[in-house]
């Protein structure tokens, strides 16, 4: 098992920086995700790594051998150094069985071999399947051969471009634990590339968030999602609500209590980050809610009068059933007498009526301030 | 395979002889207004007939509409020399037609009744336009099909009738795929010799037919095909452009099943006799003629000589088949694995020949290959003391070429439609799983290609069998195959004994026309997509 190292690599095309300066580094054994939107230059940085494309500055290193150097125009072709991908459509052979598909890069076709493929089949629940064409399987079955068809020559290096996006939600996580499983059995260095947050935080070790081809955050799961490096990392893991002010003795004042600023210089113009899940609502006159479900389980009826918010409690706008969570926006007062709307993510229902107060609580957990220019 | 084109150019720029001046005062005037009252006729007929039978069939309900729906396509088939020779045959003085009036009317001569002359240039219009229809209705029924039924729909809402949706709709919206088989079936008309030659009717390729074997003129005959390449280079900036516009005709994704209007009575009777006279005239007619012909007279023509030319035929179509398959591939997979702005500027290049002439085709391989085959001569004699001849000029090197040259644009089109279908995810597949270029292509893109390298081949097949100009020219002396065959015997007014070698000619024409319309039932857009081809 080799260890991937990606040092420096930037790559245009016709012209324009598709990654600018990005160095990767996969042990054997881990799982790394690339995790960003569309056009940050993933793909290409994974591309690249494979030696689809011809590199241009930069110098990838698989275990000791380096199989890409930019400064010497060095180029070993992909189909020379032993690394599996699996494509985002799959790319199966459509002229293939499943059992051909899974054993078309094994060159030496040895016993132990094909002992594996045979047992990965049936390991992998595609036991029926092995003399079908692959338009015949179900779009699981086609990710679950695609992936073995990739660790069937036992690649040092296992790339996975976007592996899940082409499953239907309720059968995502299924495969996904699936995979994850395989990857741990086979110990192969993985680098994956996904725009979808939760599953890179379900997958990876390490993830690494791209934007505008630079590595913007290098962390575990749990630090990308708790300690955001900037606002585009929070903003990756669902809406936010978004309040601006100015650092004063080390914190934030904004109509939603004040916050923490310890880095940031005095007089700095800040921007404060909440989670919508991040705040807690309470009807006025109770106890902000603590435990999900306690909430009434219907809609309350409206309002004969809409009382007038005070300094402790806001004017409910609406209230959104979402299924596991309820969606509240509520005013509270901004600038030159203007309601800024802030948006809660409660868990079950609560859903109080239009114009009621409520009162809130903030997560210190989720949210987050940084310095705007 | 730019060569040709090349040296006719230069050939007619550096005349030997001075007569350019001499070939404008004779015939270029002439030449240029007959070659354009052909391609004007031949354009108006196509399109009126192409538009309107596909309109018919595509969008209205009459009995037997499914049979013309493919049957429209079969005159394709009918190579248009053969066909002059059938009319003329039927029509002549001493034809069929003219017989049954006589007895019918009891006329005794030609003073007693007036008829009009077959071989003429309305004639050629008329049988150009019979055979080179299909080109258009096979775009227009395309585009057609294509259309989504939703902005024919919101046109009848807004209180359109039908005509008026066809004419304010559906047929701008098809125009540019009608553009595109009226410049195909225009390339075809410039390109025809036989026809023009039989009814003699003074064309470009006429012409130049004419300056080289009677004038004996080559230069002049160069410079006659660079004035008719300008001709064909128009047409091919026009197809061009027209592509261009056919961009922006999917103007809904919607699509649902096409609405038919049932036509009875009359209008059902028009319709269907609007879409079998064309049908009885450029296939059924010659076919019948033909193939009688061929069953009355089949101990004559059934000799050991048709059969030296069937295999003639059968070796310079299936050698240049295969070739131009390979090179096909070749070119093809070649723009796939390195896209470099020249490779695909010298495919382009290389592809522009199916829109030339053969006989422009022909005088450019003439020349070069004559002036190597002196040159390797001179060469020869002065270092052994020994003439080598002329070693490619007037063999079936020279023919093939010629073919390759014609045809290499329908195998490359065809292999590289088949070859972008495959994405190119399934490369890196098969590059990560360890297979190098040649690997992968043996592996993975042949096999899937398979099917559409057997149509591309199969596509050149026939048309070097029906190839007239180009062989007539190129071939070896005394060397003759189907085509030369049935035009000269033909041309002697011998077509009773050319029949069963025409005949085999429209027979093989009319494989790939069934394979033409297999896939443009399968083409529709909005039908559920086809999975991927199950390997038997």
């Known amino acids: 098992m080799s260890s991937l190292h990606v040092n420096n690599l930037s790559h245009s095309f016709d012209g324009h920086p598709i990654v600018k300066g990005v160095s990767v580094f996969v042990a054997p054994g881990e799982v790394v995700c690339l995790l960003g939107p569309s056009g940050c230059g993933k793909t290409t940085l994974l591309r690249v790594a494979a030696g689809l494309e011809v590199i241009q500055i930069g110098q990838v290193r698989i275990g000791e051998t380096i199989v890409d150097d930019g400064a010497t125009n060095l180029h070993v072709p ?14 199966l052979f459509p002229h293939l069985t499943v059992r051909e598909n899974i054993g078309f890069g094994i060159g030496a076709d040895t016993p132990e071999r094909q002992l594996w493929i045979d047992k990965a089949i049936e390991e992998m629940g595609l036991s029926g399947y092995a003399n079908s064409y692959p338009h015949t399987l179900s779009g699981g079955q086609q990710q679950r051969v695609a992936l073995l068809r990739a660790l069937a020559p036992e690649p040092n290096v296992l790339f996975l471009d976007e592996p899940f996006s082409g499953l239907d939600v309720t059968r995502r ?26 599953e890179a935080m379900f997958m990876a070790d390490r993830i690494l968030v791209m934007n505008h081809g630079h590595v913007v955050q290098d ?97 409910v706008i609406s209230a959104r059933p979402l299924g596991r969570a309820s969606l509240v926006t509520f005013a509270i007062p901004g600038d030159g007498g203007h309601d800024i709307k802030i948006e809660a993510r409660i868990p079950g229902v609560f859903l109080p009526p239009a114009d009621s107060l409520v009162t809130i609580g903030v997560n210190a957990n989720q949210s987050y301030v940084f310095a705007t220019d | 395979m730019a060569v040709p084109l090349l040296a006719v150019v230069t050939f007619a720029l550096n005349p030997s002889d001075d007569i350019w ?3 404008f005062d004779t015939v270029l005037v002439k030449y240029i207004r007959t070659t354009l009252t052909l391609m004007i006729g031949v354009g108006f007929g196509v399109f009126l007939i192409g538009t309107g039978t596909a309109w018919l069939v595509t969008m209205c309900r009459f009995p037997g509409r499914w049979i013309f729906n493919w049957a429209l396509l079969l005159p394709l088939a009918v190579p248009a020399y053969v066909l002059a020779f059938v009319v003329t045959d039927q029509l002549e003085y001493a034809g069929t037609v003219q017989v049954v009036l006589r007895d019918v ?25 019979l055979v080179l229809y299909p080109y258009v209705y096979l775009l227009a029924r395309a585009a057609f099909l294509e259309q989504s039924v939703c902005v024919l729909e919101v046109s009848r809402t807004l209180g359109k009738s039908p005509w008026q949706s066809f004419h304010s709709v559906a047929l701008p919206l098809a125009r540019p795929a009608i553009v595109i088989g009226v410049i195909l079936a225009l390339m075809e008309t410039v390109n025809d010799f036989g026809t023009v030659d039989y009814f003699a009717v003074n064309t470009f390729t006429f012409g130049i037919f004419d300056v080289w074997l009677n004038m004996n003129s080559r230069s002049g005959a160069a410079q006659l095909a660079s ?51 064309p049908v009885l005239l450029g296939f059924v007619l010659p076919a019948g003629v033909l193939a009688s012909y061929a069953l009355e007279f089949y101990e004559e023509t059934l000799t050991a000589n048709y059969f030296s030319y069937v295999i003639n035929t059968l070796t310079l179509a299936s050698v240049s088949a295969v070739l131009a398959v390979g090179i096909g591939v070749f070119l093809a997979y070649g723009v796939r694995l390195n896209g470099s702005p020249l490779l695909r500027l010298m495919t382009r290049f290389a592809s522009i020949g199916y829109a030339v002439p053969g006989a422009i085709l022909a005088i450019g391989i003439v020349i070069p290959l004559g002036a190597f085959d002196n040159f390797l001569d001179a060469l020869s004699r002065q270092a052994f003391g020994i003439s080598t001849g002329l070693l490619m000029s007037g063999t079936i090197i020279a023919i093939i070429y010629g073919y390759l040259a014609r045809f290499l644009a329908l195998s490359y089109g065809t292999v590289e439609a088949s070859l972008a279908k495959i994405t190119p995810n399934m490369d890196g597949a098969a590059r990560t799983l360890g297979h190098g270029p040649g690997r992968s292509l043996v592996r993975l893109h042949l096999p899937l290609m398979r099917g559409s390298l057997m149509t591309a081949g199969l596509l050149v097949f026939v048309d070097c069998m029906k190839e007239l100009p180009l062989t007539l020219i190129l071939r070896p002396f005394n060397y003759e195959t189907l085509a030369t065959f049935v035009y000269q015997y033909a041309s002697d007014e011998l077509l009773e004994e050319a029949a069963l070698g025409a005949l085999t000619i429209v027979g093989a024409g009319v494989i790939p026309v ?14 559920a997509p086809d999975g991927p081809e199950t390997p038997q």
């Open chain 2, 105 to 129: 009317f009891g006329w005794q001569n030609r003073q007693d009744y007036w008829f009009p002359e077959i071989r003429s240039l309305g004639s050629a219009i008329v049988v150009m336009t």
């Open chain 1, 219 to 315: 962390g575990t799961p749990v630090e990308t999602y708790f300690e955001p490096a900037n606002a585009f990392v929070a903003d990756l893991f669902g809406p936010v609500n978004k309040l601006s002010g100015v650092v004063r003795n080390r914190s934030v004042e904004t109509p939603l209590g004040t916050f923490a600023a310890p880095k940031l210089k005095e007089g700095q113009a800040a921007e404060v980050l909440i989670r919508q899940e991040g705040i807690r609502l309470a009807i006025h006159g109770e106890r902000p809610q603590s435990r999900p479900g306690d909430a009434p389980c219907r809609p309350a009826p409206p309002l004969a009068r809409a009382p007038e918010p005070d300094s402790e409690t806001y004017r």
């Open chain 2, 227 to 277: 004035i008719l390449l300008l001709f064909v280079l128009v047409l091919v900036g026009a197809e061009r452009w027209a592509r261009r516009g056919q961009r922006f005709h999917h103007t809904s994704s919607k699509y649902s099943a096409l609405p038919s209007y049932q036509l009875n009575g009359m209008r059902a009777t028009g319709a269907i006799a609007a879409c079998l006279i």
């Open chain 1, 173 to 198: 996580s299924t495969v996904r634990t699936q995979t994850l499983d395989l990857l741990r059995d086979t110990g192969v260095a993985t680098l994956l590339v996904t725009h979808d947050p939760e």
């Open chain 2, 21 to 23: 001046s001499h070939l």
């Open chain 1, 78 to 91: 992909p189909d020379q150094r032993g690394v599996g991908l699996m494509f985002q459509d799959y790319a």
């Open chain 2, 514 to 527: 069934i394979l033409l319309s297999i896939s443009i039932v399968r083409s529709r857009p909005g039908r």
